[in-house]
């Protein structure tokens, strides 16, 4: 039965490790840590060093967050526009072929105006 208690404690953290290690908290804190472990002057509160630095953490995410909707949101308006681009370029082509026939026609005309006048 002992033994059981166990078994379900080393499951609950386990699960704990699992849901930490999804959410990048171990990631972070060691980082946070090592940096820490690194200053060749350690402050005098560590607690408010780790503290400052995780939020510093979360900012990032944070405009990270923010930097990659306005991302997509110009990728979308790009390819609106692209499409805008090519539907404008096709009513042009259009036109100068309209355009074109039209000059055709004009000087036919012109021509078989003149031939009957000479």
Do not use: C, W
């Given at each position: 039965?002992?033994?059981?208690?166990?078994?379900?404690?080393?499951?609950?953290?386990?699960?704990?490790?699992k849901?930490?290690?999804?959410?990048?908290?171990?990631?972070?804190?060691t980082?946070?840590?090592?940096?820490?472990?690194?200053?060749?002057?350690?402050?005098?509160?560590?607690?408010?060093?780790?503290?400052?630095?995780?939020?510093?953490?979360?900012?990032?995410?944070?405009?990270?967050?923010?930097?990659?909707?306005?991302?997509?949101?110009?990728?979308?308006?790009?390819?609106?526009?692209?499409?805008?681009?090519?539907?404008?370029?096709?009513?042009?082509?259009?036109?100068?072929?309209?355009?074109?026939?039209?000059?055709?026609?004009?000087?036919?005309?012109?021509?078989?105006?003149?031939?009957?006048?000479?």
């Amino acid at each position: 039965m002992a033994n059981q208690g166990n078994h379900s404690v080393n499951n609950k953290r386990e699960d704990f490790k699992k849901y930490l290690n999804e959410f990048g908290v171990i990631d972070a804190l060691t980082n946070v840590l090592a940096d820490l472990n690194g200053l060749e002057i350690r402050p005098t509160d560590p607690l408010d060093y780790i503290r400052t630095h995780m939020t510093e953490i979360v900012k990032e995410k944070e405009e990270l967050k923010i930097l990659k909707a306005n991302y997509e949101s110009m990728i979308s308006q790009i390819q609106e526009m692209e499409e805008e681009i090519m539907k404008l370029s096709k009513k042009i082509k259009v036109l100068e072929n309209y355009g074109d026939e039209s000059s055709r026609s004009k000087i036919e005309e012109t021509d078989e105006i003149n031939i009957g006048t000479e």
